[in-house]
C-alpha cells in the first residue's frame, strides 16, 4: 500500500484543485455578464471575511475570502452574494439601473447564470480530449477469454469465445464501454446481449457485488460481471525477451504452452513461472495457421511478498490487450464531450441510488474527502492529477446545476418559471426560496463534512 502523502502536500493540492477551479467557474459568469454590460460590484474567491483584495477601475472589488470553499459574483442589483434581487426602491439612477443583472432580458440572465457550469464542463472536455489525443484510443474486443472463480457470467450461461454486444441495450463496441453499465450496479442483474456462432442470445446476470481497494486503501465496492477479456495475444516484448529469440511475434495468439491450452493471458504466468531455466514448446496461431516453438524459459530473480528473494520463470512478453488508436483533434473533442457526458450520467446515476436506498448515503463526500483525495492523485504524478481536476470540475458543473435555489439551477428554474408566466416571481418570494435552498445546502455540507469526518482513522474510518 502506498504511504498516504503529507498533510502539507494534501493542503496544496487541495487549493491547487479547488481554487483555478473556482475562479473559472466564476470567470465565466463574470466574462459573459460583461458582455452584456452588466457591472459587477464584487468577484470573490471563497466566502466570509475578506482577507485580501482590490478595487479595479470598473469599480468590482476583487477579493479572496477566508473558506475557501468556493466563490461568487455579486452583480449590480443583486441583494447578496446568492443574486437575491434588490428591492425597486434601491436609489439607483437609471443609468446605473441599466447595468444591473435583474433588468437585462432573460435569456441574457440565463446566459450569464449558465456560463459558471458551462465553463466547467468544457473544462472537463478539454482535459479528456487532450488526454485522447496524446494517448489514443484503446479498442478492445470485448470477447470473453476466461471467467473468474464464481462468474455470474458464466452462471448465467455465457462461454469462452462470446463476444459481449451489449449491456440494457446499450451497444458494447470495445472493452472499455462495459465498466459504466457494470460497475455502478452490483447486486443489479443486468441483460447482456451477447454473439455466438453467428447467433446473438439475451442473457440474464446478476452482477456481484465486489470489493476493492487502491493503493491508498480506499475502498468501494462495485458490480463485477466475473468475466477476464485478457485474450492471450503477444502486444510486445520486454527485455531479453526468450518468446521474441525463439520466433514469436506481435500479434500472435498463444493456445497452448506445453500440453496444457491456455485461454486467457493469465493462464500464462501460471504454467511458466514454476520452470525457470526449463524449456517448454508455445503453440500459436499466426495468420490462421498453427506454429509451434521451443522456447527456454527466462530465470528471473525478484522478492515475494513475504520479502523474501525467489526465481520464477518468465517469457518476456506484454498482454495484447487491444490496440491503441490515434486520434485527431476533432474526434478528440468529441471524446472528450461523450466521456464528460458520461461522467455525468455516472453522477445522476449515484444520486439516484443514494435517493431509492440502493446506495449509503455514507458514500457523499465533501471538502475533507476532496482535499484527501487531491493529496492522493497528487502524489501519483501530474497524468493522475489533472484527470483527477477534469472529474472535480465537471462535479461543480453538475452539482451547481441542481434545481436548488441559491446555486445556478435555482436561478435556471427561476427563469423557467418566469418564461412559462411571462413575469419574473416577485422579489419576497425569490429572496425566500434562496435562503430555503442556501439553508438546503449548508445542511449537505454539514453532513457530508461529518460523512468525511467519519470516515477518518482518527474517527475509526
Known sequence: MTGSPTLLTTIFAFLLVLGPLVLLHELGHYLVGRLFGVKADAFSIGFGKEIAGWTDRQGTRWRISALPLGGY??????????????????????????????VKPLWQRALIVLAGPATNFLLCV???????????????????????????????????????????????????????????????TVSVAVERDGRTLILPVKLAPEKVS???????????????????????????????????????????????DVR??????????????????????????????????AAVAERGEDGKAKTIGQLGIRAGFGKVVPVGPVEAVGLGVSRSFSIMGTMVTGIRQIVTGERSARELGGPIKIAKYS??????????????????????????????PGLDGGHLAFYAAELVRRRPLDVRSQEWAIRTGVALVLALMLFVTVNDLASLPIFGG
Not at 474486443?141 to 451489449?166: C, H, K, L, V, Y
Not at 531479453?240 to 506445453?258: K, M, N, Q, T
Not at 497528487?378 to 477534469?390: M, R, T, Y
Request: charged share 15%; glycine share 12%.
Open 264 to 297: 486467457s493471458f493469465s493462464d500464462i504466468p501460471r504454467l511458466v513461472q514454476p520452470h525457470p531455466g526449463g524449456k517448454v514448446m508455445i503453440t500459436v496461431l499466426r495468420d490462421g495457421e498453427a506454429h509451434v516453438f521451443p522456447v527456454t524459459i
Open 375 to 404: 493529496g492522493e492523485q497528487f502524489s501519483l504524478g501530474w497524468d493522475a492529477f489533472v484527470g483527477f481536476v477534469a472529474m472535480i470540475s465537471i462535479n461543480l458543473a453538475f452539482i451547481n446545476l441542481l434545481p436548488i
Open 73 to 102: 459574483v455579486q452583480f449590480a442589483g443583486d441583494m447578496n452574494p446568492a443574486s437575491a434581487p434588490s428591492p425597486a426602491e434601491d436609489g439607483l439612477t437609471p443609468q446605473e439601473r441599466s447595468r444591473t443583472f435583474h
Open 214 to 260: 487502491d493503493e491508498f486503501g480506499n475502498s468501494a465496492t462495485l458490480g463485477n460481471l466475473g468475466v477476464d477479456f485478457g485474450v492471450p495475444v503477444v502486444g510486445g516484448f520486454f527485455g531479453d525477451s526468450p518468446a521474441e529469440a525463439a520466433g514469436l511475434r506481435v500479434g500472435d495468439r498463444i493456445v497452448a504452452v506445453g500440453d496444457a
Open 126 to 188: 478539454a482535459i479528456l480530449g487532450a488526454f485522447a489525443y496524446v494517448n489514443g484510443r484503446l479498442v478492445a474486443e470485448p470477447e470473453i477469454a476466461n471467467f473468474t472463480e464464481n462468474s455470474p457470467a458464466q452462471a448465467a450461461g455465457m462461454a469462452i469465445g462470446d463476444r459481449i454486444t451489449a449491456i440494457d441495450g446499450n451497444r458494447t463496441e470495445s472493452v472499455t464501454d462495459i465498466p459504466e453499465h457494470v460497475v455502478y450496479y452490483a447486486g443489479k
